[in-house]
């Protein structure tokens, strides 16, 4: 059974660097998928962060590009999020997740088909 | 970047049929996929490739897709139901994710 489960602080000064990490397993990430992290502002929908592939290939979410990196350490197993110059409205529930795939006539098709458990990161001033 | 459009709020009563709709821009259009959040859970999801339901999920879900607008239909709905529901989607490179707003379902 895959398990994601994320790391970090719960509280980040404004203007400051989030880190979080996100240990998976139960599956080598060395072996394929996309992992990423998406987050969830209190009363709003999930917000897609960024997915990277075990061979280092990432994509980002374009309004957040210039503030957000992900990495993977194959020899830990586990995936990492940095987000600088966080504010207020960075406040969310930070989850890691899977992206499951499918695959016919016009590609492959990606989608979130598996989820950590989320944690709250609170940004104060 | 392509965004997905969903009403804020659906109300139905028990037994009643529930849509859901969700509108997108990307080109070439991409498959749908619906997710399904309870309160204090993280999504789950319901249906994929536009009309796909994955093992588990009750036969009351289905979807359907017209042009650029794709339709979770949740047929006799229960109070079990309530919850929000999230669209999601590719752009049109098909590496970029995108999630719609969110529709909070009402059965009373």
């Known amino acids: 059974q895959v398990q994601l489960q994320v790391s970090g602080p719960e509280l980040v000064r404004s203007l400051e660097t989030l880190s979080l990490t996100c240990v998976v397993s139960?599956?080598?990430?060395?072996?394929?998928?996309?992992w990423g992290w998406i987050r969830q502002s209190p009363g709003r929908g999930p917000e897609w962060l960024g997915t990277?592939?075990?061979?280092?290939?990432?994509f980002y979410n374009p309004s957040l590009k210039s503030r957000v990196t992900i990495s993977a350490d194959t020899s830990k197993n586990q995936l990492s999020l940095k987000m600088t110059f966080m504010t207020a409205a960075d406040t969310a529930i930070y989850y890691c997740?899977?992206?499951?795939?499918?695959?016919?006539?016009?590609?492959?098709?990606?989608?979130?088909?598996?989820w950590g458990q989320g944690t709250l990161v609170t940004v104060s001033s | 970047s392509s965004e997905l459009t969903q009403p804020p709020s659906v109300s139905v009563s028990p037994g009643q049929t529930a849509r859901i709709t969700c509108s997108g821009d990307?080109?070439?259009?991409?498959?749908t996929y619906w997710y399904q959040q309870k309160s204090g859970q993280a999504p789950v999801l319901i249906i994929y490739?536009?009309?796909k339901r994955p093992s588990g999920i009750p036969g009351r879900f289905s979807g359907s897709t017209s042009g650029t607008v794709a339709t979770l239909i949740i047929s006799g709905a229960q109070e079990d139901d309530e919850a929000q529901y999230y669209c999601?989607?590719?752009?049109?490179?098909?590496?970029?994710?995108?999630f719609g707003g969110g529709t909070r379902l009402t059965v009373l």
């Open positions: 139960g599956y080598p990430i060395s072996s394929g998928y996309y």
């Open positions: 490739e536009d009309i």
């Open positions: 997740a899977r992206d499951g795939y499918t695959y016919d006539s016009s590609g492959y098709h990606y989608f979130i088909d598996l």
């Open positions: 990307a080109s070439p259009k991409k498959y």
């Open positions: 999601y989607s590719t752009d049109g490179t098909g590496y970029h994710r995108v």
């Open positions: 990277i592939y075990h061979r280092g290939t990432t």
